[in-house]
């Protein structure tokens, strides 16, 4: 069963406070994506990775960056949190060459008080 | 700027009838276009996809119409039931192993009994 998975699934910090969301999958998955969803705005691409150490920025950058050390997991890092950071973040993973569907993650509930 | 538009934002329909979503896209790179149903609270999933090189895809009750020439489609889903209430989300890409989808905005479907 493909899984992809999220850490924390909720998550509370203030304005100033560095933040750190985790995601993995079991599948093997070369390609792996971080996208927020905001009511009305569908999911927005933040970051892809290609493969390990092989990242991309997507359409709204900016406040983010990642990291991929193992093919499995890929990591989304907020330096100095922002109030309009908050938003639901999803990970999602694909089979690069194999097919174009992208497996979600549970997404993770983040608030910046 | 909205490459891929959705419409309506949000539709009420009975049991029974058929629910028809509508989809536009600007890009003309653009080749593959999946559609992702998300109930409330969870995480997106992909429902059905087209290609460039079809008009019309059916899976059971659902089915893309693909309209190349004027860049629109529409997703119909036939005897709508209301476990199909969930906002469903056009999206769009290349296609090509470093392709990353462009999503709508979608539209929230609730199904009345």
């Known amino acids: 069963d493909m899984k992809v998975t999220q850490m924390p699934r909720y998550l509370i910090k203030r304005m100033g406070e560095n933040v750190l969301l985790e995601c993995g999958q079991d599948?093997?998955?070369?390609?792996m994506y971080w996208y927020r969803q905001d009511p009305g705005l569908g999911l927005q691409l933040i970051y892809i990775?290609?493969?390990?150490?092989?990242?991309s920025e997507g359409d709204i950058p900016k406040g983010y960056r990642v990291s991929r050390k193992k093919r499995e997991h890929f990591s989304l890092i907020l330096d100095s949190a922002k109030t309009n950071q908050t938003s639901v973040y999803f990970c999602a993973s694909r089979r690069t060459r194999v097919s174009y569907e992208q497996y979600f993650g549970p997404g993770t509930r983040l608030t910046v008080l | 700027q909205q490459q891929v538009r959705q419409s309506p934002q949000s539709l009420t329909v009975w049991e029974g009838e058929t629910t028809i979503l509508n989809c536009s896209y600007e890009d003309s790179t653009f080749d593959y276009f999946p559609w992702y149903r998300q109930f409330p609270g969870k995480s997106p999933a992909l429902l059905i996809a087209?290609?460039?090189?079809?008009n019309k895809k059916e899976d059971g009750r659902f089915t893309i119409f693909f309209n190349k020439r004027e860049k629109k489609l529409s997703l119909h889903i036939t005897d709508s039931q209301p476990g199909d209430s969930a906002t469903y989300f056009c999206?769009?890409?290349?296609?090509?192993?470093?392709?990353?989808?462009?999503f709508g905005s979608g539209t929230k479907v609730i199904v009345l009994p």
């Open positions: 599948m093997s998955h070369e390609t």
């Open positions: 087209i290609s460039l090189v079809s």
């Open positions: 999206a769009a890409s290349e296609t090509g192993f470093a392709s990353a989808l462009t």
């Open positions: 990775s290609y493969d390990v150490d092989s990242n």
